[in-house]
């Protein structure tokens, strides 16, 4: 075990010999000069030099051992001391006591045998203790000169690599993410009430134009009189407000919230020393937020009732009311015209020009799609208000003549070409009706329109709510949530700020490494200048 703690070159070695005896039977000096052949950490102790002189009656032998010349071994320093009188039961100040009255009358001394400066237990902890901080000083020294050459290698690679970049650590990056985060928050307040209130009209229009169209609309358009029409509107209309309607238009301003949140945060132009660099924790940030904010509760009720008394509003008190609303219903039956038309060419294959040139076919059940919808076109020209369900009757008679053409297709079939149609026929019937009731703000009752342009008042009373909604979701969206999500950013930044493992998952790459790796080194070095310093100091 001895032998495993001096081969350790920081380690400072004893070589203690008993004085009393002869020294030289003893292999310990063989030992310590195998592993320490240059005697720069050992410091020899020669002990027992009160027995040595009661019993010695050569004096110059103890001389030559002080002066390292009787073994084969080399030392910093050799030492006598006396470690007591022999009571085990003596204490420190008892045996130093002791060893100073003894070297004060010692014969060696006064023979010359020792010098003052080789005696006493003092001295030798002061051997001790300079040696042992001479080979702190050379450690540290050299470990300053290895960190000072890496800092010259870490600081070259950084100018080659990263040349006019300024060096940031990850937590140095963080704060300036952290500063950016809240930045995109705050440009939220950029985006002006109109802007605001166009985006929330488009996507709750996206949400919402199947229900009012397609259920509400197409559902009510098969009364045959405008008291008829109105009933299964306002039925449709306040089962749907009851219902639905405030919890989609809730979900939609939220999801209107992040998406531009994260527009402006994709896209917002970052300088050059930053790059792509925050984009992970922007996206951990945002996904987190999402997951943590709902909106305020008390919104929904309000809205509720907001929507109610929009929907409720059947007066167009003015022309340029009604005109917006026959503009809004064209736009949106063009729409719902181009794709129903689209359904309906998907159900019949291609067209005649694209067969040709592209070489298409149509499949066995396209073609019975097409025989099917050229027979149901006779009953539409025949009848242009025919309802949304054909009869019994009209089915077979349908099927009949296809079979007389030799296509047999199935009922089912006749029922799909017959309600894509039929949705095609109805549209474009309603939008010429629109057109017509563009004139007839003052005489509704006398337009060409079997509800009284009744459907008009319709997209009238959706267009309200369509803006009252949005009107009350962009006021708490700028009052409201965009506040309660800026203290959740604040306060889920402040929890990721304290977490190193996260830090590290979201800011990385070699830039963030070196700078990471600078920051150590310039630590360590600076630490261990101002403790050679201060050794530098002391000595």
Known sequence: MAAMFMRNPNAIILCVQDGSIDAERSNVTNIVQAHDPKGKRTIFVLTKVDLAEQNMANPTRVKKILEGKLFPMKALG?????????????????????EEDFFSRSKLFRSGAMRASQMSTNNLSLAVSDCFWKMVSDSVEQQA??????RYNLEAEWRNTFAGIR??????????????ILDDIASLHKSTPLEWETLLQENLWEEIHHKVVDDIYLGAAECTTSSNFNTKVDIALKDWTDDKLPEISINVGWQTLFKQLETIMTTKKTDREIGDLFQPVKANVLETVKAQHAWQATALKRLSVIQKNALEDTAVTNKMQWDN???????????????????LERCIGPSWTERWTGWRSRSPLEAQCVAAKNELQKLVVADETHGKHLENDELTTVRKNLQTQGVDVPYEIICTVWEKLYKVTFLDRALSSAQQCRKAFYHRNIACNAVDCNDVVLFWRATRMLETTCNALRLQIMNTEAQRLEQEVKQYLDELSRDEDNKKKLITGKRVDLAEELKKVRSIQDKLELFIAELNKDQ
């Not at 050799?78 to 002791?98: C, F, M, N, W």
């Not at 000169?145 to 890496?150: R, S, T, V």
């Not at 060096?167 to 950016?180: G, I, P, S, T, Y």
């Not at 219903?329 to 719902?336: C, G, S």
């Open 325 to 343: 609303s026959i503009s809004f219903m064209e736009r949106i039956l063009k729409e719902r015209i181009d794709f129903a038309n689209d359904d």
């Open 167 to 180: 060096e940031m650590d990850r937590n140095d990056l963080f704060e300036k993410a952290k500063d950016d």
């Open 145 to 150: 000169d290895n960190f000072k050459a890496a």
């Open 78 to 98: 050799y030492y006598a001391v006396v470690t007591g009188r022999g009571p085990q039961d003596d204490s420190i100040e008892t045996i130093r006591a002791y």
